[in-house]
């Protein structure tokens, strides 16, 4: 299965301040139409888990701009500009280019 | 407005047997894969078997193959999870999720003696 590893896996943040999310994969996410299939998931806290963004870098509707990904192949990050009370949460990538869909272990945004 | 609702969670004895139902509305319900992914207390988060948009592929974790069966009814904007020989560490919230992105509230499955 490919492992998805996470860090830091927790992060105390400073509101208004920036946060960054790293995930390592442990193969290549490009899958054969030379797309890479990873994406980003907030869950708060009681809350069922919210897709940010697909596809690496693309922001889903409703999404506010401060959240934005990037990467390629088998390393990538999501990134916060300005930390808000509302982003507090666990964030999780996933890829769903190889079955089974994995996911990566969780980091805890929380405020400072 | 995407809904799905999930129901069927409850209390079981291992080794029991269990059915899960999501009623989706607000999308092309067949034109959809689904799946069922699930969170065990405290912990993250698990893919546990995808379907295609007619039903033809179905599609399953390791961990639950030969137990679990996930089924859809296009006709009814249905899906089902047939949860057979359950484990204690069967034990999660069971999401039922469309095309990995739209994802209902969940409901409790909790495997104990």
């Known amino acids: 299965d490919v492992v998805l590893t996470q860090s830091p896996l927790s992060l105390p943040v400073t509101l208004g301040q920036p946060a960054s999310i790293s995930c390592r994969s442990s ?86 | 407005e995407v809904q799905l609702v999930e129901s069927g969670g409850d209390l079981v004895q291992p080794g029991g047997s269990l059915t899960l139902s999501c009623a989706a509305s607000g999308f092309t319900f067949a034109n959809s894969w689904m799946s069922w992914l699930r969170q065990a207390p405290g912990k993250g988060l698990e893919w546990v078997a995808n379907i295609k948009p007619d039903g033809s592929g179905t599609y399953y974790v390791d961990s639950v193959k030969g137990r679990f069966t996930i089924s859809r009814d296009n006709g009814k904007n249905s899906l089902s999870l047939q949860m057979n020989s359950l484990r204690v560490e069967d034990t999660a919230v069971y999401y039922c999720v469309r095309s990995g992105r739209e994802w209902g509230q969940g409901t409790l499955v909790t495997v104990s003696s």
């Not at chain 1, 290549?28 to 697909?54: C, E, K, M």
């Not at chain 1, 089974?100 to 945004?109: A, C, D, I, L, R």
């Open chain 1, 27 to 112: 193969q290549s996410l490009v899958n054969s139409d030379g797309n890479t299939d990873l994406a980003w998931f907030q869950q708060r806290p009681g809350q069922s888990p919210r897709r940010l963004i697909y596809a690496i870098s693309n922001r889903d509707s409703g999404v506010p701009d401060r959240f934005s990904g990037s990467g390629s192949a088998t390393d990538f990050t999501l990134k916060i500009s300005r930390v808000e009370a509302e982003d507090v949460g666990v964030y999780y990538c996933m890829q769903f280019t190889h079955w089974p869909h994995t996911f990566g272990q969780g980091t805890k945004v929380e405020i400072k």
